[in-house]
């Protein structure tokens, strides 16, 4: 439900300084992802240590990443990342930190993610959250900067013509590393405990989430602006780790029913004896 506008507040939460100030960001990545054992995520920190940084803004624990991805009712965004189009899109809006603090003013990110051939784009600007949900649930154009203009109605053409709407969430927490001297520019993330839910989408809802990608597996990315170092590579290749095709927001459409199971679908057979049961999370 929309709330009355209140004027966005300055917020204190480190989560939200994880990114650069400028309001509207753009990047063009390769990506690489892995699914490794959890048991093995400190091991493999500890090898990247000596040459990467720790993301200044990651604390020891990790931080939360809450999304709320947006489709056609026809999953047309879903088929076209399983169908592997070349060029593909998807609208999320996203919130780091602690998912019960988002209030109408929490700053979040609106986010365009599209792949082009090899490349990954990713353009977003930060808004307060009452402001994201007037633009891609109310369908209203909201106060903006300048600069902002053009992407915003983007945003609005999308969800209108298209007629999206809320149709998964993920959550996961993640530890982030940086490149420095010449791998300036690689990032590496670690993401643990990857759930997910169909209904109740706003950040703040005391709603239950399952996991979407078994407890005892997590995702590392690569993410590089030209090329991975060798020296990474050498890395994953003496650990044997298998690139995948992995999408947490198909993850997340297959796991609560909403389409079949792809090829690409990481198996959940994994699970506790209560796997399908769905599970309370902070």
Same mark, same amino acid.
Not at 79 to 95: A, N
Not at 194 to 207: E, I, P, Q, S
């Given at each position: 439900?929309?709330?009355?506008?209140?004027?966005?507040?300055?917020?204190?939460?480190?989560?939200?300084?994880?990114?650069?100030?400028?309001?509207?960001?753009?990047?063009?990545?390769?990506?690489?992802?892995?699914?490794?054992?959890?048991?093995?995520?400190?091991?493999?920190?500890?090898?990247?240590?000596?040459?990467?940084?720790?993301?200044?803004?990651?604390?020891?624990?990790?931080?939360?990443?809450?999304?709320?991805?947006?489709?056609?009712?026809?999953?047309?965004?879903?088929?076209?990342?399983?169908?592997?189009?070349?060029?593909?899109?998807?609208?999320?809006?996203?919130?780091?930190?602690?998912?019960?603090?988002?209030?109408?003013?929490?700053?979040?990110?609106?986010?365009?993610?599209?792949?082009?051939? /090899? &490349? =990954?784009?990713? $353009? @977003? #600007? *930060?808004?307060?959250?009452? !402001?994201?949900?007037?633009?891609? +649930?109310?369908?209203?154009?909201?106060?903006?900067?300048?600069?902002?203009?053009?992407?915003?109605?983007?945003?609005?053409?999308?969800?209108?013509?298209?007629?999206?709407?809320?149709?998964?969430?993920?959550?996961?927490?993640?530890?982030?590393?940086?490149?420095?001297?010449?791998?300036?520019?690689? /990032? &590496? =993330?670690?993401? $643990? @405990? #990857? *759930?997910?839910?169909?209904? !109740?989408?706003?950040?703040?809802? +005391?709603?239950?989430?399952?996991?979407?990608?078994?407890?005892?597996?997590?995702?590392?990315?690569?993410?590089?602006?030209?090329?991975?170092?060798?020296?990474?590579?050498?890395?994953?290749?003496?650990?044997?780790?298998?690139?995948?095709?992995?999408?947490?927001?198909?993850?997340?459409?297959?796991?609560?029913?909403?389409?079949? $199971?792809? #090829?690409?679908?990481?198996?959940?057979?994994?699970?506790?004896?209560?796997?399908?049961?769905?599970?309370?999370?902070?």
């Amino acid at each position: 439900m929309l709330h009355r506008f209140r004027p966005p507040a300055q917020s204190g939460d480190g989560g939200h300084r994880l990114r650069a100030p400028s309001r509207l960001h753009a990047f063009n990545r390769y990506e690489i992802k892995y699914l490794v054992d959890a048991g093995l995520v400190d091991e493999l920190r500890e090898e990247l240590e000596p040459r990467l940084d720790l993301d200044p803004h990651c604390p020891d624990e990790g931080y939360a990443i809450w999304s709320v991805y947006y489709d056609t009712r026809t999953l047309r965004f879903y088929w076209e990342k399983i169908e592997g189009l070349r060029f593909r899109r998807k609208l999320r809006i996203r919130h780091y930190g602690d998912r019960f603090a988002a209030g109408d003013d929490t700053p979040v990110f609106v986010e365009i993610k599209q792949r082009v051939n /090899r &490349v =990954t784009q990713k $353009r @977003r #600007v *930060r808004v307060p959250y009452l !402001d994201a949900l007037r633009l891609c +649930d109310g369908r209203r154009m909201i106060s903006h900067e300048p600069s902002q203009r053009a992407f915003l109605e983007e945003v609005l053409d999308l969800v209108c013509r298209l007629d999206l709407r809320a149709t998964a969430m993920t959550g996961y927490t993640r530890h982030a590393y940086l490149g420095r001297d010449a791998d300036a520019g690689l /990032r &590496v =993330t670690f993401d $643990r @405990r #990857v *759930r997910g839910r169909d209904r !109740d989408f706003g950040f703040g809802v +005391d709603a239950v989430n399952r996991f979407i990608v078994p407890p005892h597996k997590a995702i590392m990315e690569v993410k590089a602006n030209e090329r991975v170092p060798y020296w990474l590579t050498d890395l994953t290749a003496k650990r044997n780790l298998q690139v995948v095709r992995l999408s947490k927001y198909c993850q997340s459409v297959e796991a609560h029913g909403l389409a079949p $199971r792809s #090829v690409f679908h990481v198996p959940d057979r994994d699970l506790d004896r209560g796997r399908q049961a769905a599970l309370p999370e902070a």
